[in-house]
T-cell receptor, first 114, second 108 residues
Framework: ETAVFQTPNYHVTQVGNEVSFNCKQT?????MYWYKQDSKKLLKIMFS???????VNETVPRRFSPQSSDKAHLNLRIKSVEPEDSAVYLC?????????????FGPGTRLLVL | QQKVQQSPESLIVPEGGMASLNCTFS?????YFWWYRQHSGEGPKALM?????GDKKEGRFTAHLNKASLYVSLHIKDSQPSDSALYFC????????FGTGTRLQVSP
């Protein structure tokens, strides 16, 4: 049962282009996240939002910017993509910004930069 | 900064066998831990959480936590081919940090 939805599933683009990824959760959670999963399958947190407010912004290049219209949606925009941006981008949500809350992940968006 | 290391990197067990996955963390303030499983082409899915020292059993899965030793493990009894996946442990202090992953293959 999918409750965290991501679009697109897959995107191929050229270096220098801009891309946007969408994420929506239907769990009624207050907190959402973006992770990057590289070719070695390591999961790195990029951004965390709680009730539309940015609470964690890891050291990511400035060309990455999250956008939240409401607490159920968290999009990710990448201006001027680079080859090293090729990865799977995973969106997740949790009930609250609490230590004990399990995260629920979407299926991911795979980005390939040529 | 919290470091969460998993071993082994990959593991092959026969169907019906026991799989044992290990995880060490570096921050002694870590209180909450999870095991996640990721099948190919999907996002990670939480298998179980463990917050207290000792063992926690859910079906074929048993997690063990020893905070003093900075160690958490997952044991999968009667492994099935459907258990073949990438497994992550995760530890939380002020934020969740995921481990390096263990790829489990269960051979029929």
């Amino acid at each position: 049962e999918t409750a965290v939805f991501q679009t697109p599933n897959y995107h191929v683009t050229q270096v220098g282009n801009e891309v946007s990824f969408n994420c929506k959760q239907t769990l009624g959670h207050d907190t959402m996240y973006w992770y990057k999963q590289d070719s070695k399958k390591l999961l790195k947190i990029m951004f965390s939002y709680n009730n539309k407010q940015l609470i964690v912004n890891e050291t990511v290049p400035r060309r990455f910017s999250p956008q939240s219209s409401d607490k159920a949606h968290l999009n990710l925009r990448i201006k001027s993509v680079e080859p090293e941006d090729s990865a799977v981008y995973l969106c997740a949500s949790s009930r609250d910004w609490g230590s004990q809350d399990t995260q629920y992940f979407g299926p991911g968006t795979r980005l390939l930069v040529l | 900064q919290q470091k969460v290391q998993q071993s082994p990197e990959s593991l092959i067990v026969p169907e019906g066998g026991m799989a044992s996955l290990n995880c060490t963390f570096s921050d002694r303030n870590s209180q909450y831990f999870w095991w996640y499983r990721q099948h190919s082409g999907e996002g990670p899915k939480a298998l179980m959480s463990i917050f207290s020292n000792g063992d926690k059993k859910e079906g074929r899965f048993t997690a063990h936590l020893n905070k003093a030793s900075l160690y958490v493990s997952l044991h999968i009894k009667d492994s099935q081919p459907s258990d073949s996946a990438l497994y992550f442990c995760a530890a939380n202090t002020d934020k969740v940090v995921f481990g390096t992953g263990t790829r489990l293959q269960v051979s029929p």
